[in-house]
């Protein structure tokens, strides 16, 4: 089975702080990505990568950046946490992009900006 | 844009009973559709999904139907467990490499016993 987990399940971080939210997948999977969900808008994409050193902007990269150094490895940093970025954060992979639909998820981080 | 709609919840039901979460999509053409599962404390996973018009895909007793002409994929149960409590997200994604899922706001749905 494939196993993705996240660093953390809760995160309390104060405004202004930098934060790291690691996410590590066990399966060479080549597409990796970043959602936060939030009540009644869903999931929605920050950040994906195809491949080690890869990155695209999803549909809400404003005030996150990423970094892939390692392919099982993808990491979401704010690099200066403000309120409006406390939510749930979601990582995923998927085995390719021709198998962009199939994505496997971690369990999740809460992000508390304070 | 495309986008996916689901109705709010929280959907509250007694154990047994039928289920029905409607989710409605806008699209240019027609993309693949999708249901995810998210369990309290669990990351999403995939329940059931169907590529084409007509198609309908099955899981867990799950059973969604792929009817272009309303644009729909309601997802249905015909008796719900305890254990079915959960969040229900609706999603869609073009065939064409490099297109992203995109999820409705997702539906709460409790089972009381």
């Known amino acids: 089975d494939v196993k993705v987990t996240q660093s953390s399940r809760y995160l309390v971080k104060r405004t202004g702080e930098k934060v790291f939210l690691e996410c590590v997948q066990d399966m060479d999977h080549e597409n990796m990505f970043w959602y936060r969900q939030d009540p009644g808008l869903g999931l929605r994409l920050i950040y994906f990568?195809?491949?080690?050193?890869?990155?695209e902007k999803g549909d809400i990269p404003e005030g996150y950046s990423v970094s892939r150094e390692k392919k099982e490895r993808f990491s979401l940093i704010l690099e200066s946490a403000s309120t409006n970025q406390t939510s749930m954060y979601l990582c995923a992979s998927s085995l390719d992009r021709g198998h962009l639909e199939t994505q496997y998820f971690g369990p999740g981080t809460r992000l508390l900006v304070l | 844009g495309d986008s996916v709609t689901q109705m709010e919840g929280p959907v509250t039901l007694s154990e047994e009973a039928f289920l029905t979460i409607n989710c409605t999509y806008t699209?240019?053409?027609?993309?693949?559709l999708f249901w995810y599962v998210q369990y309290p404390g669990e990351g999403l996973q995939l329940l059931l999904k169907a590529t084409k018009a007509d198609d309908k895909g099955s899981n867990k007793g799950f059973e969604a139907t792929y009817r272009k002409e309303t644009t729909s994929f309601h997802l249905e149960k015909g008796s719900v467990q305890v254990s079915d409590s959960a969040v229900y997200f609706c999603a869609l994604i073009y065939n064409n490499a490099g297109n992203m899922l995109t999820f409705g706001g997702g539906t709460r749905l409790m089972v009381k016993p």
């Open positions: 990568s195809y491949d080690v050193k890869m990155k």
């Open positions: 699209a240019t053409g027609y993309p693949s």
